[in-house]
């Protein structure tokens, strides 16, 4: 048997973007034929995009994705193509791979197992096939097979695992072996998680392996549609043999990641093994294509440089937001970024993740190659220089009023002036006393801090937004909501005040984690080389609202509980659905020796109230980036119905148990 090469082709999509969707198939098709790649592999609903949403149920959505595979078909003259999209049978619809060989269609492979899950409600749309049934389905006019299908080439056999085919106990690649397939090919959508490659890596590996087979696997790569992040994984691999592996969070249209494989090899393999084929030969297509024959190449199979590091959450947590940030920025057709700069973490962070954005970008495909990315942008064009595109597309204001303090506005400064973004200062003071005047007028008494303190700390939050709004209007810019999931969790935020913006960029992580990635981003940096000296005064910083006068001093941990502590029990209580009297033990063994018992019931009392008060809040909050394995976005994620007994009764049964 001739060594074969194949590719996995990571594409940047967009839903319903069909123009640029199909010419990233072609151009990515393109540069295959230029490498001599025989079949090349896109991700899971690659021409209509993943994220589609209830658009799926449009019948133009299917019927235009039909158009579009007959144009990549059309392009696929000397090569075998995979390529996903939404397909109607019976009244149904259906999650498939096409396969498409030298500019004919061959067949539809539909998914078996639908995710419902995290973020995922692909049984919303879609209807999974039933494995072992073959059928017909027409497209175009013309009737192609349909269903559990394996593409045999030369006596060469391709079968399919469509993502969370893969992530399941009894997961399809068992059949495949069974029926002696040589190649499975894995088309996936799988958002980004911390530490998910790995686990990626893992069953990759394994099936390869197991099912004595080479392995492919491509997942999407960018911020498709506006909270899942894709991080373009890709993996060939040989029976447990890594051949190939590509880079992730790239900003290119599209990456191809090659193997040249040995059928011979994964053969003996299976040779080996002592469990009988199953002779039943439903649903193979013979397919009349000669594969090339490929010269032998160097393996190229390893982690990138900086996945390799202690800090990998660090950087991944940098390069998956910056990415996401860039992509909602083009897609969006906006000029830049927006953000009111108060000196505090949660902004700082922000403000660091664009110029990041901006960084890796020209690194990677340089300052001509973020210009044309961004060819709607008249200014971004004139730029000669990286400081000069950070000036263009990053705008932050530092907002005072009387209560603001002199370490925040230097804290602000610093790191504006080090990021080379636009900066400048405003007061709000006249508009909050002009508020403040009106609504006295009104009750017929002088607000006070004894008794109001609440309005008053919110008057001051809720004035910096029609600012920074019209000064994003004016711009035509994103602005950026500064809010965090620690304080989501509890409603530590005014609404229509700092919550503000059009994307909510850290809204998936909590504020410990924040508070330690700026002090790494600080001192070590992406591959111990990109860091922001500039942060050095926000590290030193207490995080505070500075909403109260200076005198109050006061401190967020102070108004909330420690943010180690909250966000301890936020995993436990929401992530893991623990009642509270389940909880406390928990955070007793975790918190041994840092907070006393009574610190620990209070602290769970406290979140368990504002959870429940703040679910209205939570249902409003700006759109949010996912970055673990679980979220607060109710829109999402985590339901939780906005009225609510409170845990009431679970909180009284955790006092209750203090002593058992």
């Known amino acids: 048997m001739n060594p074969l090469k194949i590719a996995a082709a990571v594409v940047n999509q967009t839903p319903l973007d069909w123009k640029r969707n199909v010419q990233h198939h072609l151009d990515a098709i393109a540069e295959a034929k230029k490498q001599n790649i025989s079949l090349l592999c896109f991700p899971e609903l690659s021409i209509s995009g993943y994220g589609c949403e209830d658009m799926f149920y449009a ?97 060469i056999r391709v079968g399919y695992e469509i993502c969370e085919d893969a992530w399941i106990a009894h997961r399809p690649g068992r059949e495949l072996y069974l029926r ?35 392995y492919l696997y491509v997942n999407l790569l960018g911020n498709e549609s506006g909270r899942a992040i894709f991080d373009g994984d890709a993996f060939i691999t040989s029976s447990a043999v890594g051949l190939a592996s590509g880079s992730r969070f790239s900003y290119k249209d599209f990456l191809l990641v090659s193997a040249v494989i040995d059928v011979d090899n994964t053969r003996l393999s299976q040779v080996q093994n002592r469990v009988p084929l199953i002779k039943n030969d439903f649903g193979i297509i013979k397919v009349p294509f000669v594969w090339y024959k490929a010269a032998y190449e160097p393996y190229s199979y390893d982690l990138e440089s900086w996945e390799k590091s202690q800090y990998t959450k660090e950087e991944e947590f940098a390069r998956c937001i910056a990415l996401a940030l860039f992509d909602y920025l083009r897609k969006s057709r906006s000029n830049g970024w927006v953000i009111s700069l108060s000196g505090g973490a949660d902004s700082s962070a922000i403000a660091s993740l664009c110029r990041l954005a901006i960084k890796l970008c020209i690194e990677e495909i340089g300052l001509e190659g973020l210009q044309k990315k961004l060819y709607y942008q008249k200014d971004i064009q004139n730029c000669k220089t990286e400081a000069d595109v950070a000036a263009t597309l990053i705008t932050c204001v530092y907002q005072a009023t009387e209560n603001s303090s002199d370490d925040t506005r230097n804290s602000a400064e610093t790191l504006a002036k080090d990021l080379d973004v636009e900066y400048f200062e405003i007061s709000i003071d006249t508009l909050v006393k002009e508020y403040r ?31 920074i709004w019209l000064l994003a209007n004016v711009k035509n810019a994103l602005l950026l909501s500064t809010s965090n999931r620690s304080e989501a969790a509890v409603g530590y935020a005014t609404m229509d005040g700092d919550t503000a913006g059009s994307i909510s960029p850290i809204a998936g992580i909590n504020k410990h984690f924040i508070r330690q990635w700026l002090r790494w981003l600080e001192t070590d940096g992406l591959e111990g080389r990109i860091r922001f000296a500039g942060l050095k005064a926000v590290n030193s910083l207490q995080p505070t609202a500075e909403l109260r006068p200076q005198d109050k001093k006061q401190t967020d941990e102070e108004d909330l509980m420690p943010y180690a502590l909250l966000d301890a029990i936020e995993d436990a209580a929401i992530r893991d659905k623990k009642m509270p009297k389940d909880i406390l033990p928990l955070m007793k063994y975790k918190f041994e020796g840092i907070y006393t018992e009574e610190v620990i019931i209070k602290s769970i009392e406290r979140f368990f109230r504002l959870w429940s008060r703040n679910q209205w809040k939570r249902e409003r ?12 976005d109710p829109k999402t994620w985590c339901r939780f119905p906005i009225l609510s007994g409170g845990f009431e009764k679970e909180l009284e049964d955790m006092r209750k148990s203090i002593g058992e």
């Not at 749309?125 to 389905?137: C, D, K, L, M, P």
């Not at 006295?440 to 008794?451: A, D, I």
Request: net charge negative; glycine share 10%.
């Open 437 to 467: 005047t009106l609504i006295e007028g009104g009750l017929g008494r002088k607000l006070s801090w004894e008794t109001d303190d609440v309005p008053l700390q919110n008057i001051q939050a809720r004035v910096r937004a029609p600012s």
């Open 180 to 214: 002696g397939v040589d190649i499975i090919l894995n088309p996936s959508a799988s958002h980004f998680e911390f530490g998910k490659s790995f686990l990626r890596e893992r069953f990759v590996m394994d099936a390869s392996r197991a099912f004595g087979a080479t």
């Open 621 to 632: 909050y700006a759109p949010g980036f996912h970055v673990d394995d679980h979220s607060l």
């Open 59 to 155: 019948p133009g959505v299917t019927q235009t994705a039909g158009e579009m595979l007959q144009l990549i078909a059309d392009a696929s003259e000397g090569i075998m193509v995979s390529v996903g999209l939404p397909v109607r049978y019976n009244h149904r619809l259906y999650n498939t791979a096409c396969f498409i060989a030298d500019k004919k269609i061959q067949g539809f492979v539909c998914k078996k197992n639908l995710p419902g899950n995290s973020i995922y409600y692909e049984p919303r749309w879609f209807h999974a096939w039933e494995a072992g049934v073959v059928t017909s389905i027409e497209i175009n006019g013309q009737e192609y097979p349909a269903g559990d299908l394996i593409f045999e080439v030369q006596g």
